[in-house]
Each structure stands twice: as C-alpha cells, then as structure tokens.
C-alpha cells in the first residue's frame, strides 16, 4: 500500500494533465494579450493582471501537490466536513466579506481577493458523490431526491443571496449528475419546457403564448386520446391540472419578468432575443464582442496584434469575455481549438468516470465533467452572442486566482481519485 | 449505458453549434479589418509645406507664415473662468457660447476649430494664460503670405475644403486647403506636396494608445514643389502702377517662347486680403463688388471688340491669298461704298483724299476703306461666298483667336470669329461678303480677349509662329516640359508675308497713329485701336467714350517682348494706350523708365469720373456693332 501510494505518479491521467497545462498555458498568453500594453510589455511587471496571473498560475502548484499527496480515501471520508466548511465560508462572507461590484463574494487577505463560491463547487461535488455513493441510496424515492436537491441549493442559496446568479446557475448542471444516476428524466422535460415557455414569454408577450400553449395542450390531449381509441373518456382532472399549471406558470413568467427581474437582467435577454438594438449602451458589451470576433477572420490577427483587444474596445476581457481575445488574434482556427480542447476534457473525464469501479469517484467525475461544461456553454455563449450576459468566468482562462484554484481543486481531485482507482479494492 | 450517452450527446450537440457559430461570424461574416476602416485605428496627417511661388528672376511672390488656430475639445472643457477667456481673445460671451455649442456639435470627443488664425501678437500672450483653460490649445499651421502685393489674379488663392469636396476627392478631407484659383489652383497637384500618415492604434474613449504596428504603413509627407512663374514682378507691378484709375487689362508675352510676362488686370486687390483672420470679410468684399469686379481678370476674361488691331491680320491674309500685293491701292476719299443703298458706307478717317492708300500707309493711317476692299476680296475670292468666309474665319483662328488658348491659368473666355455655319444661323435671308463688312476693321461680330490679341501679335513678331502663352516657367526649378506649351505653332500665312506688315506696324510709330509715343533706341511696332461702344439707356443708344486699345512688340528685329493693352472707356488708343504701352516696352527692355513726367501722368489719369457717370445713368454697357 505505502508504495503505490508513493507511485502516483505513475498511475495519474497524464492526458488530462496535459490539457490542463495546454489551457492554462494558452489562457495566460491570453490574459497577457489582453492585459499588457506596447508599452507595459518592455518591462515584466508583476503588479499587473497577467503577472499576478502568473503568481497565482505558480501557487496552484503547492495546492496540486498537496491534493495529489492526500490519501484518496480522504475525500470520501471528509466530504462531509469539507462541505459543511464551504458552507461556514460562503455563510462568513456576510460578516467578513467585501463588496465588490455590488456583490459580497470575496474575503480580502491583505489585496488578494478570495472568492469562496468558486472552492463550494468542488466540495459540493464531493458531498453528493459521498451521498450517492452509498449503496442504499436510490434516486427514485422523493426523500433521497429531496436529500440531494438539498445539498445542492444549499451553497447556491448563500451565493444568490450575495447575489451572484451566474454562480447560483451553475449548480443546476448538477442535475445532469442526478439524471445519470437514475433520477427521472420528467424533470429535465418539464425544466425544457418552462424554460421554452420562458423564452417565447418574454418574446412574444403573455397573450399570445397563454392561448397558443392552451390550444397545443388541447391538441396534445386530443392526439393521446386518439391514440389510445378513448375519444371520450379523458382524464379530466389531470387536463384541467394541466390547463391550470401551465397558465399559472405563464402568468407568473411574465409577472417575474416584468416585476421580479431587474431592469438590467430584463436587458440582457432582449438584446440576446433581438427586442431591442443599443449598440452602444446596454447592448455595447455583445455588440463589441461580436465585432472583435468577426474582426479576427479564419486565422486570426496573430499574437498581440489584436487592435480591438489593445483598444480595450470589449469591457472585462481579461476576464469573462477572454475568449474574444483568443477569437481575435487567433481566429477562427484559435477558437475552435479551445472549444475542441474543452471537448477533449470534458470526454476524458467522462471517459474516466465510466470506468471508475469507485461509485464515489464516477459520481465526482460526473460532477465536474457538468459544471466544467455548464460553465464553457454559458460563458463562450455569451461571448460569441448565442446567450444573454451572465458572468461566469472561462474555466483556466479568465483572470483570476479563485477561479483558477477553484477549478484546478475540481481536476485534481478527480485526477487523485482516478489515479488510486487500480488498487481501490 | 443508455443515461450516460445524454451528456456525451449535449457535449457534442454545444461543441457543434458553437463552432458553427464561430464560423458564421469568423469566416462568413468577418468584417473588413483595413487600417483605413477600422475603429481601432486613428489617423493623422502630416502637412507638408505648400510650394513657394518666384517670379522669373528668382524674387518670392508667394510663400508661407504661421498661423495660430485656438483649437477647442469640448468634452475636456471643464470649469473655466469664461469671462476672462472672452476677454483674452476679445469675444463676447455670447459669441463664446455659440462657439463653443457649434463644436459641440459636430463631436465632443474631437478637436474643432474654436477661433481661426490669431494675430501673432495674440498668440505669445495667450500661449502664457491658455494652460489655465482646460480644453482649449493653439495648433500651429501654415497659410500663405505674400510679401508683394501683386498680380493677384495671376497667383490666386487657397480656400477650405467643405464637405462635400472631401467626398467627392479621396486625396483632401474636410477643412484642409486647397487651390481655388489662379496658379493656386491650375497647379495645386505639384504645390501640395504629398501629406504624411500616421497610423494610431486607439482605445475604446478614442485615446491614443501607441503606433500602429510600429508605423508599418505611415508615411511621410514630401513638401509640395516650389513653382517659377515666367511673370516679371518689376513688369507686373509697374503694370499696375499704371492702371490705377483705370478699368482694363495688360498681357505682356516673350514671342519667342510663349511666356506670359506681366498679366495685368485693373481694378485687382491685395492678395493678402484672402488670407488671415479677415479673410470672409474680404472675400465678401471682393466678391460682391459687382461694379469694380476687382476679382475678374481682364486680361483673361473680358471680351471686346479688338478694333482697329484686328486689320493687321486682315492684311496678313490678303497677302496670304494673294487677293492683294504690297502694290494694291485703294482710293479711300473719306468711306467705303459696299453697297448701292444709302447706308451702306463706311467712314474712314485716314485723311487720305485723292491718291490710292498702299498697304503701309493704310495700316499706318488705319484706312478703314482699304480693309474693307481687302476683306471683300478674300471673302469673295471663291465663287461660293460660304467657303471664301470658311477659309478666312479658319486663317484667322490659326492665331488662336475664337478658342480657348489653353493658357495654365483656370479662367477664360473664346471670344467669337464667326464661320459660315454662324451666319446661316443668325440670316434666314441669305448673307454676303458685306452683310458684316465691318469684321473687316475688327468690329462687328468679332471678339477677343487680350490675351488672344497679345499672342497673335507674338506669332505676328514671330513671322508666322506662337507658342502657347503660360505663366510657369519651372517647377522645382526644373523647365517645364509640357507639350502644350513647347509646340510651336503655326499660323496660315506665310513667314515672307509678314515683312511688309512688321514694317507697315513699326511705320505706325514711327509717323502714324503711335508717333507720339515713341521710344529713343527702340523700334516698336505696333497698331492702335479706338473701339466704340454704345449702352441702352431707357431704350436710347447712348454712346460712350471708346476702348482704348494696343497691340504691340518690340524691338522690330528678333522681338522680345509682345503685348496687348485694353483700356476701358480710355478714348483714343493713341491717347491711352500708346503711351502705356511705350512705357511697359521702355521699362522691360532697359529696365528703367526715361519719361518719367509721362509715367507720374499716366498712373495719375484716373477714368473714375467717366465710370461714375455710367453708373449714374443706371444701365448695363452693351458693345455694340457700327
């Protein structure tokens, strides 16, 4: 035992390690592009963004050495506590926490933020894997599920209440870990079709969606019944259920948008469905993304030649719009690299997961492959205009040490589990 | 394995549509990313210096100052105290206001012009306070400066370019100089110079942020070429010395190669009257002067009768046709009966009774009677009248009357040598040789401009050729090599004809019509004319006091110097002048004026009065025909 724990080396994924090193690689000459100036660039200055990037790309080292080094039975057996720690974190930002762009989210040790949202991912992972790996647990009893949405909303309740919804977003890609392990695919339908129900509210207005949804139930019940040769003998009360929700749900969409919703949130989702052109005030952000992607053709600008990235012309570009960046000065080639590259991860990871014989570690590895890809789809979605503004940080690539750290705790964990999975049992 | 294929799906279904995506807007729609259209990339131009302008012996008519423009980012403008700004650059507030509310509109972000060209004196003390002021600076820029004040109308001047210019032409933006007329315009190409470009990279609040790609695609800007013009500044400004009080143009040419010498124009204006801070003013002044019209050249653009000078030429072709020899006479007697009826005589005033007029002696009598026998005949010397009228109407055109002479200055008129064509037109009853017998003595249909009266005397000096007449001698003091201008061209007549004719015109001042004129040392040829001319006042033909008009060259062997004078309303063109045009002959060929009694009288007449008494009787001037 005490060599092939000395061994891990030699059984970690080598391939995940490389994507890895590859992102983070190709994300930092992003941030440096995006960051640095003619002029600033003669001098290495570690005050600026990208080497205080470089700083904190260099202390995810320790952290990986450290998690690579714990016992892989550490994890399952503190999950739990680790859990409960992240909740203590996110619950302290209220009283110690520093507000930021109108959010309190961060801890501040001496002008290096801390961002404790970012680490409750991994821990909330890890606690639904331990929950859900025990062997008397199964989704299909509404108390489990309850058990499980409860450790999931529980961090995401503290981070809406800081508010930071991007994040809260986030820890709805749970559910993909949840569906793969049996829970019932209604909720994804019905969460499809409130979302569509959503969508054509806001677009086409209250009226016309209430009557049009009302006339495609009758339509369905109609066919069903046709189906089954039972013309007349409907199932009355689960279509006037029916009728009810969905005119509630509607009506309670357009009440939410028109009154619940901020002026600014309401925005984005008009600019993204085209109500509303502003070029240059609340549309500015998409609009100026969308040029600097165009702008970089099919084989890019070449590095930090990007005049649009130099001119600061696409606001937090270092940050939440990095991938403008890379779409600019390396084109249509670049960022279809990074999104490929991506693929490549997410693939591995799950590749790796379905082999886990350790329940505990396949669930993780589930964990991480949704929320790694809930925050790729949401985040390059924004940027390149296909959803409306929700800033969440580009997984290695944006700017920032939380998130870097966040992330890299995400991967190397699941690296450590896998790595001990030959000699689990 | 059925719930773990959902995840794998929605992986490839996002990396698909986004990739997609990416390729819509990277591939299909990627915008043009030139450094001319982008909005990263901020131009700026680099003036050169606008080419000097010399007169032929190397003296600078034209070059340029500094001027201070208070230049104005409104944006920037913050707390100020206004009322001593207002003061500082002596405006009101109101008007500062104004200013201030006309930059901002055209853009908050850019610089305008606040307030044009300073005095240099305004400027050294506003350059101390002005750092007071946030918002406001002083640009530097050249305008031009002309230290003699002369032949404004040959030179010309600069204006802005308005917007739809800059439009239209990709090389000028809006608000720079251009060319707007004389040399200024004809040659702005060469006196522009090429400006330089500077490529800035800009960011998102239109801030410089450094070079474009190390300044890859700048340039620098080439000063514009200096220009020598064939003008004699000495000739030129004695010229307008002379015609002060006077209304009526001078062209002065060099025979032998074309070169315009002096174009004088009366009244002119002072050339630094279209520069500085007075400029609209002035050029509203100028401008609207619709009774001096100081800004129409006379030497170019003025049409008159040529008159009695337009004989010589009638002589040249007889010749030329062989109708008449050196021998033919005329017996004058006091007119010309061309036809039975009453009026159909023409009165001559030669004085000559009782003995035939030869050709020497009419052209120094000016016989009336003689030309007009001489014109009958050449018209008539075909049977058919319309090719006889063709064939003269195209001899005298090889003179470079009745066409654009095609000078390098942008102004200019055709003037009219009527051909058959023209007379079918204008006589629905039929036409014949006498119909307009007096384009026999230059009158009649016949219209010049001096300049074309100056070169035919210079292709008569030559004996048969004339250069196309110019202003620019050299650009970067390298010879012009147009061919336009280096072609000789010839005329219809003969050279052998023409010695009879130099003598005849040198007999002129020597005993004819030009004898008090004369100049010791210098043969001057020439011939004098007296133009009458008639306006309709309430319906009545009234007459006014004549043209006085010259042509002339001299000395009489390899000539050096051509020329016409008009004078307006100057009377006899030996009263007038003869006598400037002697004195422009004695001034270029020995360079200093002996009669000066003469010169102080000529520059003194003034025809004020006689102007002034037109413009009293409220009516437009109309040449007519007698």
Known sequence: MRQQQNNIFANIDWVL??????????????????????????AFEFSSRYGKQLIFIGLSFPMIILVLFLNSKFYEQYSSLLYIFSLL???????FGKKINGATSWYSFGGIGLQPSEFAKAFTALALAKLMSDRQYNLSLVKNQVKAFTIIFLPAFFIAL????????????????????????????LAAVALVLFLFTVY?????????SLITLTFIFSFLAYRKKQFFRFNWPIIILAYIISS??????GYTYSNILKQHQKDRFDILLGKIKDNKGIGYNTYQSELTIKSGGITGKGFLQGDRTQGNFVPEQDTDYIFSTVSEEWGFLGSSFVIILFMCLLYRILYLSENQTNKFARIYGYGIVSIFFFHV??????????????????PFFSYGGSSLWGFTLLLFIFIRLDGHKKYDY | MKRNFLLVFLIALIGFIYIGRLFQLQVLNKIDNSPISSATIKIEYDYPERGYIYDRNGEILVANQLS????????????????????????????????LKKAKNYARWLPSVFIKQLAKSDYAYLQEKLHKFKGFYIQKRTIRDYPIKTAANVLGYLSEVNELQAKNNKLYENGELIGKWGVEKYYEDALRGKKGKKHFNRNNLNRITGSYKEGIYDTLSTSGKDITLTLDNKLQQFGEKLMTGKRGGIVVIEPNSGEILALVTAPSYDPNMMVGRKRSIHSQRLFGDTINNPTYDRGLQAIYEPGSPFKILNGLIGLQEGVIDEKYGVYCNGGYRYGKRKHEFMRCHCGIYGRPVRLKKAIAKSCNSYFADVYRKIINKPKNTKIGFDNWSDQIKSFGLGNYLGYDLPVGQKGLIPNAQYYDNRYNFGWRATTNISNAIGQGEILTTPIQLANATAAIANKGYYYTPHVVKKINNIDIKDEKFTTKRQTSVNPKYFSPIVEAMHEVFKTGTGRYSQVKGIEICGKTGTVENFAK??????QLPDHSILIAFAPKDNPKIAMAVFVENGGYGATIAAPITSLMIEKYLTGKISRTDLEERMTNLSLEETYKKQLQKKNSIASTTE
Do not use: H
């Open chain 1, 377 to 394: 789809i949401v985040n390059i979605g924004m940027v390149i205009g296909l959803l409306p503004t929700i800033g969440i940080p580009l």
């Open chain 1, 17 to 42: 390690i490389l994507i890895y090193a590859l992102l983070v690689g190709f994300g930092w000459l992003n941030i440096y592009a995006a960051s640095s100036t003619e002029e600033t660039r003669a």
């Open chain 1, 204 to 212: 086409f207005g209250i009226k016309l969606v209430l009557i049009s």
């Open chain 1, 248 to 253: 509630i749900f509607i009506l309670s969409v």
């Open chain 2, 537 to 542: 006042i309430d319906g009545q033909r009234v």
């Open chain 1, 162 to 189: 800081q508010p930071d919804m991007g994040s809260v977003l986030i820890y709805f890609s749970f559910f993909l870990v949840l569906n793969r392990e049996g829970l019932t695919v209604r909720y994804f339908i």
């Open chain 2, 68 to 99: 201070y423009d208070v230049m104005v980012v409104p944006k920037e403008v913050s707390k100020i105290d206004t009322l001593e700004f207002c003061n500082l650059l002596r405006i009101t507030k109101a008007d500062f206001s104004k200013r």
């Open chain 1, 89 to 95: 974190l996110l619950a302290g930002v209220f009283l």
